[in-house]
Every structure is written in C-alpha cells, then in structure tokens.
C-alpha cells in the first residue's frame, strides 16, 4: 500500500516538473521601448540631486547602419568610497 501512494506521489511531482520547463510563446514578450534623451536627462538630474550615481542601461538595437545602444533604464545607486 505505502509503494503504491508513494508512486503516485511520485509521478504526480514529476508530472508538475514537466509542466514547469514548458516554453514560454514569444507572442507574450513585449518591444522594448527606449527612453527619449530628456528622458535620460531628467532622470539623471534626480539621481544627482538625491547625491547619488545614476547608472543607465541600455540594450542593443538592430538599425540600417548597425547595432545602437538604445537607453532603457536610469537607476540610482550609492557611491563606493
């Protein structure tokens, strides 16, 4: 009796595992939307006001003439002394 529930346990845990390593339809991922320089700027500006270090991050974009680094995101971080 124990072999046969713990089988079944098993099985049903395995069953889950599956189901967690499913690819994920690319349907569902967004453009990402780059920031406008002033965008930037402004964001930037509030770091520094807040004595911190603004730290931009940017993501690679295919154009015309090549890969641009397009900025995506402006994070606050504490100066390392």
């Known amino acids: 009796m124990k072999s046969a529930l713990l089988i079944a346990l098993l099985s ?5 595992a599956m189901l967690a390593n499913a690819p994920v339809p690319l349907s569902s991922v967004k453009k990402i939307e780059g920031m406008s320089r002033d965008q930037v700027i402004e964001a930037s500006k509030q770091c520094t006001d807040a004595k911190l ?3 931009v991050r940017y993501v690679f974009q295919p154009s ?6 397009t ?3 402006v994070q606050c971080e504490t100066y390392r002394y």
């Open 53 to 55: 270090k603004p730290v």
């Open 71 to 73: 900025p995506i995101d």
């Open 64 to 69: 015309d003439f090549g890969r641009i680094q």
């Open 12 to 16: 049903g845990l395995s069953g889950c």
